[in-house]
């Protein structure tokens, strides 16, 4: 059974349609994440299935039972917000046991519960602390503890990981990935960073203008993007016109040569960026039509490429991928 | 060094106009509560006999009974009326205009002075007055309603209409500073409209509270106009019982008295700041 399942959902605001009738599976225990850019709609998606939001028609099932009119906390999803939302009056340990001491649990009981989801997320020495107290990624840890603790069968995560710097943010991430799986719970997580998707998600959600445009492994998301659209956003490919249709290359697969038969554009080279184990050359042809490849940094040293050069992008036809209009 | 010269410099014009303006009638004040008079004249001395008199007196304990009773009673109204009207305007009003628009509607009756909004009361209240007529007229009574002017009753509602703005506005201010998200995240653990208002608004509106239930409580414990004006004469406050002292030209009474009432309302203070921290709201 799946253990969420979104039928035709659409949220209307006034006149303007935020999510367009979108059907959607997500199976048990796996992880999802909601990708596109602001105002695709996967935040009114994600609060619709917590139940913050009025779903202005379809339904939403949970474990195969209809929640569409449920309260939040009657539907067996947890939140954890983008700016963490703990209570400022209340200790970590009495913000992680909110949601028991709302559900009429005894104090004893929900305090030692609350400390064994404190050291869960790595924070029972901090317990006592005020949120003021802590800084931003032991915040973060609470609201996950916190949301945790009622034993919810989704999670529900509203761009967790922004307002992180990057490297608590790469360390968060795996993270959220141990703890999906050691409690073996669905995560939906709402991002506008593909290389965020790419790296936590089982299933990878795209969606632009209130509908979703793609929904699958990220790897066939990143191999087989079904649109100009997710070719672009998702990253790595060029998107080049051929004929009425268009195909997309990775970049990674392109490199710069002359001499080869096969697919090719010319032009100048635009930009170059080190990257440390790549290097990214833009080529731009005269009609300015723009193309880039991610070369292996000793591909790049065996090469004389300099800015402004011409240059010759070349790729194997077998790596074309045609896109739907 | 020099910083510190530019530091008491910068703080001195502040310390001047309060050691000219409090400090040093606060002095004269207490000095002059020791003084001895008669009829006509203070005579400086160091005796104790106003304070005597002030404590010995059972009209003093009647009369800081009924203040007290006042302010309580004060306190009690503005603070539901205060916090339900901030809540509506914090929390169901949308969009900043209307707020903004609500809020001034709400200070449009701070443009006239205390004194005419008091007396604007007395022919609405009065045994011919319109509230009456209209009773009467609907057959709801058949005798004009005695209690609705000069009496407690309309005492209180004089205080409730002159003061219950000053219970909004700080209980307002710290409502608009409660991040949405709290409520949400309230609702998502499990709670409803009760239990978010008793775990989470409430506890963050405590300054607010604090601060309002402070202007209110001065306020009402040192007024002596609108008890003398909407009791018609028949009760009294502390402050009254003053300002009588001094058209009776007893400086020194009235003094005694008016320390022992400044000691007091301190002492309700430091008792509510002791209770609520209120300085993340200054």
Known sequence: MNDVELVAVTKRYGGAVAVDAIDLAIPTASYTCLLGPSGCGKTSTLRMIAGHESVSDGDILLAGRNVTLLPPASRGTAMMFQSYALFPHLSARDNVAFGLRMRGTPKAERLAKADQFLDLVQLGALADRLPAQLSGGQQQRVALARALITGPRVLLLDEPLSALDPFLRAKMREELKRLQRELGISFIHVTHSQEEAMALADLAVVMDHGRIVQAAPPREVFERPTSAFVARFIGGHNVLPRGERAVAVRTDRCRLDAGTEGPRLEGRVRALEYLGSTVRVVVATPDGTEAEALLPDSAFASSTVTLGDAATLAWNAADEHALAA | MRGTVVSWLLAAPLALVLA???????????????????????????????????????????????????????WAITLMLGFWIAYYLAFVVEGTGRRTLLFLLCTIPFWTSNLIRMIAWVPFLGRNGLLNQALLGAGVIDQPLEFLLFSDFAVVLA??????????????????????????????????????????????????????????????????????????????????????????????????????????????VAAILRAIDIRKEL
């Open chain 2, 20 to 74: 000219v303006f409090l400090v040093v009638p606060l002095v004269v004040l207490v000095a002059v509560s020791f003084y001895d008079y008669d009829s006509f004249r203070l005579i400086p001395d160091f005796v104790f006999t106003n304070y005597i008199e002030v404590f010995g007196s059972p009209v003093t304990w009647r009369t800081y009974a009924k203040t007290f009773w006042f302010a309580g009673i004060t």
């Open chain 2, 159 to 268: 205080f409730v209409h002159l003061y219950t703005l000053f219970m909004v506005v700080p209980i307002f201010n710290t409502m608009m500073r409660i991040d949405r998200q709290l409520i949400e995240a309230a609702v998502d653990a499990g709670a409803d409209f009760w239990r978010v208002l008793r775990h989470v608004i409430i506890p963050l509106c405590k300054p607010g509270i604090a601060i309002g239930s402070i202007f209110v409580i001065v306020l009402v414990m040192g007024d002596f106009v609108t008890v003398r004006l909407m009791s018609g004469g028949q009760s009294a406050s502390v402050g009254l019982m003053i300002s009588n002292q001094i058209s009776l030209l007893q400086y020194p009474a009235a003094a005694a008295n008016a320390v022992v009432l400044l000691a007091v309302v301190l002492l309700m």
